[in-house]
């Protein structure tokens, strides 16, 4: 089954209540505008009403059944700085969080997630990954035990999915949070309905070539193997060993894991952001995220390159998320 249809039908009835801070870029308003239709998510859209109506007004959109929250209205605000500035543990001025509360929408809507007056969060069609991502990290925060988030990519083309990791967040990552990426990444693999098979991604293949950066992706699965042993895991591998069934077992003969790989780790944010666009420009993927793995509730970071559908499809990716976490 495709894979947005499988979504539908696992959210079908929950209405997942999700904030979009962007509500004035109508890509996202259009797509809370489909998504509200539906039974599957229940989009918050934050903005100004005035404006956003004359935005759809612009654009033969009619949002009069659209849930809209302007901050300057909201009942809760003294409590939310309150919870904001506990929160932060003296890193924030009342001051500072006032200020930022009232004219930032991803703090604002990171906030409502906090306070559990929203499932969840969808932001970055015209904000910058790092502002989408730090009230995320300084509200939400990592779930115990996790070190760092990471930017999944989910790729689909017909019925194959295929999950890129990280693509998004972690320039250079060490040797432990790569095994960790490809822990977190099994677990977003199987939210998404596959069975993760995982490939810890380099140039060389089983020490065809040497160098600091192949040996930190050999020392990434030896962590891996040691903290995860549930993990179908195998590495270094370059990315035809991983994906190729032919070339795994010319490559790396006696792997199980060469030539299926599903869920591809990448060694550097350098390898993985170019390795996504390559797929979904040139492969014909459809390519959908970043989705952050990690946080104590679903927050997701969409392209400033996004279309429509992107947002709605990202919409029913975080509320699996919601189901699940």
Do not use: W
Not at 127 to 155: C, E, H, N, Y
Request: some cysteine; glycine content about 8%.
């Amino acid at each position: 089954m495709y894979l947005f249809d499988e979504l539908k039908q696992k959210l079908e009835g929950k209405r997942v209540r999700l904030v979009f801070p962007e509500g004035k870029d109508i890509r996202v308003l259009a797509a809370c505008v489909d998504l509200a239709k539906e039974s599957h998510i229940k989009p918050l859209v934050l903005g100004d009403r005035v404006e956003l109506q004359k935005l759809a007004d612009e654009n033969n959109l009619s949002i009069g059944n659209l849930d809209i929250l302007d901050q300057s209205e909201y009942d809760g605000f003294d409590e939310m700085v309150a919870a904001f500035v506990e929160r932060r543990k003296g890193k924030t001025t009342q001051e500072d969080a006032i200020e930022l509360l009232k004219t930032d929408n991803n703090y604002f809507g990171t906030m409502l997630v906090y306070l559990d007056e929203a499932d969840g969060l969808i932001s970055g069609a015209i904000s910058s990954t790092g502002d989408t991502i730090r009230p995320a990290l300084q509200i939400i925060k990592m779930k115990p035990g996790l070190r760092r988030t990471s930017g999944i990519f989910i790729l689909v083309k017909d019925d194959e999915r295929l999950f890129f990791s990280d693509c998004a967040i972690n320039i250079m990552p060490t040797a432990e949070e790569i095994a960790e990426n490809a822990k977190v990444s099994s677990v977003t693999a199987k939210q998404f309905g596959v069975e993760p098979i995982i490939g810890l991604l380099s140039f060389s293949t089983y020490g065809s070539a040497k160098s600091e950066e192949t040996e930190k992706v050999i020392e990434a699965l030896r962590i891996a193997k040691e903290k995860y042993p549930e993990l179908k895991i195998d590495g270094e591998l370059q990315f035809d060993a991983a994906y190729v069934e032919s070339v795994g077992q010319s490559k790396a003969k006696g792997s199980d894991v060469a030539g299926h790989v599903n869920t591809f780790i990448f060694p550097s944010l350098d390898a993985g952001n170019i390795g996504y666009k390559i797929a979904q420009r040139l492969g014909g993927y459809e390519a959908i995220g970043p989705v952050l793995q990690g946080l104590n509730k679903p927050v997701n970071d969409l392209s400033r390159g996004c279309n429509q559908q992107d947002v709605y499809n990202l919409a029913l990716i975080t509320g699996v998320q919601v189901l699940d976490s």
